[in-house]
């Protein structure tokens, strides 16, 4: 018997590695698509204001956390002069498409792909100057091994960037939110042809996802000396960022 997407969120880690996995496999053709529907085209902005915040410095080493189809990767090198990105994600669907766009083409020396779990990075330590994860690390289990690791992989003063969906804290904003990413999301995906099964699992991820201030303590409880923090449209947004 299939299980339900909303449903991934409460397997063991090995079973919804593998079952979110297979999900964005199937939604791979139309994920960018879906992503800038979704956020009405500001998820790139979003990217954006996290790169500003990080003030990553020319020729850094970045490691770009469950990349997907290569979105803040592209961001990292428009912005970042001469930096070396790691795109890094378990879903090679995703890292097919994102190798093959047209953004890459000139900065092919500067982006390289590899396929991987995001729990146990086969990096040595302190090898990267930051590393961001872009709507990516709520999709993982075993979080703290996650934050973990970041930490481990991250050399003395470098960033740990986490830009994702979280619930927002007002009642009138937690309805908007609910309403839009419970039923509305998931309506497109099924009459845009993409699979609306997939896209019912959005609402929960973020809903039993960290809260921003939980993801404040969890770059704390790792050993980060400094966090920022900021909330983007309607608190539904954060920029985390710690500071090794």
């Not at 090198?77 to 766009?101: F, H, M, S, V």
């Not at 039993?208 to 449209?233: D, R, T, W």
Request: proline share 5%; with cysteine.
């Amino acid at each position: 018997m299939a299980t339900k997407i909303s449903e991934k969120l409460f397997l063991n880690s090995e079973e919804r590695i593998r079952s979110v996995k297979k999900m964005f496999a199937q939604i791979a053709p139309r994920y960018d698509f879906m992503n800038r529907l979704m956020s009405w085209g500001l998820d790139i902005a979003w990217r954006r204001i996290a790169i500003r915040m990080a003030k990553f410095q020319p020729g850094c080493r970045i490691l770009d956390l469950g990349t997907g189809s290569g979105d803040m990767a592209a961001e990292l090198c428009q912005q970042i002069p001469d930096c070396t990105i790691l795109a890094y994600d378990n879903c090679p669907e995703l890292l097919e498409i994102g190798q093959k766009r047209k953004e890459f083409q000139k900065y092919s020396n500067l982006v390289h792909w590899l396929i991987g779990d995001g729990r146990f990075l086969p990096f040595r330590e302190q090898l990267f100057d930051g590393v961001v994860a872009a709507f990516s690390i709520r999709n993982m289990p075993d979080l703290p091994l996650v934050f973990a690791e970041l930490y481990r992989i991250t050399v003395p003063k470098g960033k740990i960037v986490i830009l994702d969906m979280v619930q927002p804290a007002p009642k009138l904003y937690q309805f908007l939110f609910k309403f839009y990413f419970k039923w509305i999301v998931p309506i497109w995906g099924k009459l845009l042809g993409s699979h609306s099964e997939a896209y019912r699992y959005l609402y929960p991820s973020i809903k039993n996802f960290y809260s921003e201030k939980k993801i404040i303590e969890a770059l704390k409880e790792i050993g980060c000396k400094q966090v920022i923090s900021k909330k983007i449209i309607f608190q539904m947004v954060t920029v985390c960022i710690g500071i090794k």
